[in-house]
């Protein structure tokens, strides 16, 4: 009896000991990021955690001669914009895709898993010269379009999943009543999958903000915020963390506060309903 | 008929986007793998040449060393992702207000951007200012002297970690998913038949893991092999070539050397690669009945 009790006390300990090492491990890459972002350029050369708080390399961030506001505008514009795009045109081929039977169907479909896998330099390469020749180098919409790439695909099989998942005799009813097909697709089956389409569109963001290679290859001063980072890491006086720092928080902050709202959805959402 | 063109204008715009940012620049590269081609000397393609990329990139010693660094950071990253991963869940795989927190913490590593994973990782890493790097120093003095990210072997395995890092957490979350749906009354049953905590992990809940297991071993194999931005931000492929990946070789052929015809071919090289696994990972999804 005595030595159970021990045993499950010390299984407790344990575990509460595994979820400190976790917390070390997942948050305090973070919080360090965090913390450094509000310090003085003498504090963030240290490894104190007490430190007179400054908001100043917020300010200068946003202020020459590292003015990260185009950029900052440039993140949003092109992630709100891929949203825009993509995420509609997903809709509307989700719904054929789950509700028709046509041919090549499947091909599509596993074509639109690929695309998630392929490595993007591949892509970038084409474009590269594509963009010189139609002038869409440094373009918003250049990135745009291809961030399309990768973010229409997903959204598709995500929207597919909602879909898939609405009963369709509600659609057969509405029919019944006289609606036309697309009159069905816009008066109820969106409207009921609403949610799905807010989760890829919140999807897609983090996707278009989030992205690198492609706007590291097409921009020259056009940057996204990610891109404009190697500015600040590459200064002859060596790279000043304090104020990266502060351009990290503005990266992950925004896109910690979407994924929360997607909890529910992330797991499954990411491996395309591979895992459920 | 109405419904069939109804059904075409449904999925026409979204072919067209297919079309244009993936079939279109996949069948272009391949065309320009088969040819000579730098962008220095002219900016169209150049003589087809057969094979010649190809042949010329098995005997580039610095393409085969970049097959080599990926292989190591592929099989690193995903063990430990998987392991780790493991792990972490079977920590956090219990019912309660704290577990539940824990598990939205998970989720921020994986949400942020690559790019900031690999300057955050260099930052905690710095050999003056850096956090990691004086905790280090303090709990194993011999390592005292290691500069982390000028030593080949060292600088791998720290982008491994910054993969792992973002990657453990997601997979943890895939495995608390799965365990959820494991019979509690076979558990319940087995402890009541007196099964210590290793048998019940490897009698019950490794598989009920199995399956999954697969699935996302493949998965994040494909995404170890794409694997790009940390190394730009955080090793820039050094020191030396000793981070240099595939992607990132690439790259270099393509954007700092303009030779588009030889990168076309070392790109269609890794994309053989990752659909081999791809193509394994559908297998896996459609069975799972992933699609209709």
Redesign the interface.
């Known amino acids: 009896m005595n030595s159970s009790r021990l045993r499950k006390v010390v299984?407790e300990v344990a575990?509460k000991l595994?979820?400190l090492c976790?917390?070390l491990?997942?948050?305090f890459?973070?919080l360090?990021?965090v913390l450094?972002a509000f310090k003085y350029h003498k504090d963030?050369?240290?490894?104190s955690f007490l430190f007179t708080p400054t908001l100043q390399n917020f300010v200068s961030i946003f202020n020459p001669p590292y003015d990260f506001t185009p950029y900052l505008w440039n993140s949003l514009i092109i992630s709100i914009g891929t949203v825009a795009i993509?995420v509609p045109?997903?809709a509307?081929?989700a719904?054929?895709?789950s509700r028709?039977h046509?041919r090549f169907k499947?091909a599509?479909?596993?074509?639109?898993?690929?695309?998630q896998?392929?490595?993007?330099?591949?892509?970038?390469?084409?474009?590269?010269?594509l963009y010189?020749?139609l002038g869409l180098m440094d373009s918003r919409i250049g990135l745009i379009?291809?961030y399309?790439?990768f973010s229409?695909?997903f959204a598709?099989w995500m929207i597919k999943g909602f879909i898939?998942a609405l009963p369709i005799e509600i659609e057969e009813a509405a029919q019944v009543d006289g609606c036309t097909?697309?009159m069905v697709l816009r008066h109820v089956t969106f409207p009921l999958i609403m949610p799905g389409i807010i989760t890829s569109a919140i999807f897609a963001f983090?996707g278009a903000?989030?992205e690198?290679?492609f706007a590291?290859?097409t921009t020259t001063t056009n940057k996204t915020l990610?891109?404009g980072?190697?500015i600040l890491?590459y200064q002859l006086e060596g790279?000043q963390?304090e104020t990266?720092?502060a351009v990290?928080v503005i990266?992950?902050i925004p896109?910690?506060i979407?994924?929360?709202t997607i909890?529910d959805h992330?797991?499954?959402g990411?491996?395309?309903?591979?895992?459920? | 008929m109405r419904?069939k063109s109804?059904?075409f204008?449904?999925?026409a715009?979204?072919?067209l986007?297919?079309l244009?940012?993936?079939i279109?620049?996949?069948v272009?590269?391949l065309l320009?793998s088969f040819q000579r081609w730098n962008?220095t000397k002219s900016?169209e393609p150049g003589p087809f040449v057969a094979l010649e990329n190809y042949v010329r990139a098995f005997g580039d010693k610095n393409f085969i060393n970049s097959g080599v660094v990926t292989v190591k950071f592929t099989v690193i990253s995903v063990s430990m992702s998987i392991v780790l991963g493991l792990?972490?869940a079977l920590?956090?795989n219990?019912p309660g207000r704290?577990?539940d927190l824990?598990k939205?913490?998970?989720?921020?590593?994986?949400?942020?951007?690559?790019?900031?994973k690999g300057?955050?990782?260099?930052?905690?890493l710095?050999g003056?200012?850096g956090?990691l790097d004086?905790i280090i120093d303090t709990l194993f003095p011999p390592m005292a002297n290691i500069a982390w990210l000028a030593s080949p072997n060292w600088a791998l395995f720290w982008l491994a970690v910054t993969e792992v890092?973002g990657w453990a957490?997601?997979i943890a979350?895939?495995f608390i998913?799965?365990l959820g749906t494991m019979s509690t009354e076979m558990v319940d049953a087995a402890k009541v038949d007196g099964a210590n905590?290793l048998q019940l992990l490897w009698h019950i809940i490794l598989p009920t893991l199995t399956p999954?297991l697969l699935?996302?071993t493949l998965?994040k194999t494909?995404y170890s092999?794409?694997m790009?931005?940390q190394v730009?931000?955080m090793t820039g492929g050094g020191p030396g070539r000793a981070t240099e990946t595939?992607?990132f070789t690439?790259?270099r052929t393509?954007?700092a050397n303009f030779d588009?015809g030889y990168?076309?071919a070392q790109?269609?090289i890794?994309?053989i690669v990752?659909?081999l696994?791809?193509v394994f990972?559908?297998r896996?999804?459609l069975g799972?009945g992933?699609?209709?």
């Open positions: 299984g575990n595994g979820m976790i917390l491990f997942v948050g890459p973070i360090w990021v450094t963030a050369r240290s490894a993509a045109l997903a509307l081929a719904y054929a895709f028709f046509f499947n599509i479909m596993i074509l639109l898993i690929a695309t896998f392929i490595a993007p330099v591949v892509i970038v390469i084409p474009f590269f010269t010189s020749r379009i291809l399309l790439s229409m695909p598709v898939d097909p697309f983090i903000w989030n690198f290679l590291m290859v990610t891109v980072m190697m890491a790279v963390w990266m720092s990290g990266v992950m896109i910690f979407l994924s929360l909890r992330f797991v499954n990411i491996t395309m309903g591979a895992v459920k | 419904s109804f059904r204008a449904l999925i715009p979204a072919l986007v297919i244009g940012t993936t279109y620049p996949l272009y590269s320009v962008l900016t792990v972490i920590i956090l219990r704290l577990a824990m939205t913490l998970l989720i921020f590593p994986f949400a942020m951007a690559p790019a900031l300057f955050t990782w260099r930052f905690l710095d003056s200012f956090f004086r890092w957490p997601y979350l895939v998913g799965a905590s999954i699935v996302i998965f494909i092999l794409k790009f931005d730009v931000t595939l992607n690439v790259y393509a954007f588009m990168a076309s790109a269609y890794l994309v990752q659909l696994f791809a990972y559908v896996s999804l799972k992933g699609a209709k």
